[in-house]
């Protein structure tokens, strides 16, 4: 078993920061791809950003690209997402996941193919 525990959302004006934290514990980190996915309001959670073990490959959506960031401390088994220059069409719920192996971007990006999931941080980016 996998526990997750995500920190850091909270309510940021447009063009503000946050730095999201993913804490896992259960199994070695560094064999596994972390992931993030979002869920706003009346939409399907979708893919965010992921990286595997020891951060060796690294996965952004295109919607995010440039201005979010995915990093791993293997030693605190942690991952991070560092979101930058905000929009109001970030706002969602953040989840983390977890998954083993690297693969495809197909892959990768389907949420389907992560068995263990955080509760969740509630990020909201006002106008």
């Known amino acids: 078993q996998v526990q997750l525990v995500e920190s850091g959302g909270g309510l940021v004006e447009t063009g503000g920061s946050l730095r999201l934290s993913c804490a896992a514990s259960?199994?070695?980190?560094?064999?596994?791809?972390m992931g993030w996915f979002r869920q706003a309001p009346g939409k399907e959670r979708e893919f965010v950003a992921a990286?595997?073990?020891?951060?060796?490959?690294?996965i952004i959506t295109d919607s995010v690209k440039g201005r979010f960031t995915i990093s791993s401390d293997n030693a605190e088994n942690t991952v991070y997402l560092q979101m930058n220059s905000l929009k109001t069409e970030d706002t969602a719920v953040y989840y983390c996941?977890?998954?083993?192996?690297?693969?495809?971007?197909?892959?990768?990006?389907?949420?389907?193919?992560?068995?263990?999931w955080g509760q969740g941080t509630q990020v909201t980016v006002s106008s």
């Open positions: 996941a977890n998954r083993a192996g690297w693969g495809t971007l197909e892959i990768i990006s389907m949420r389907g193919t992560y068995p263990y």
């Open positions: 259960g199994r070695t980190f560094s064999a596994y791809t």
């Open positions: 990286i595997s073990g020891y951060g060796s490959n690294i």
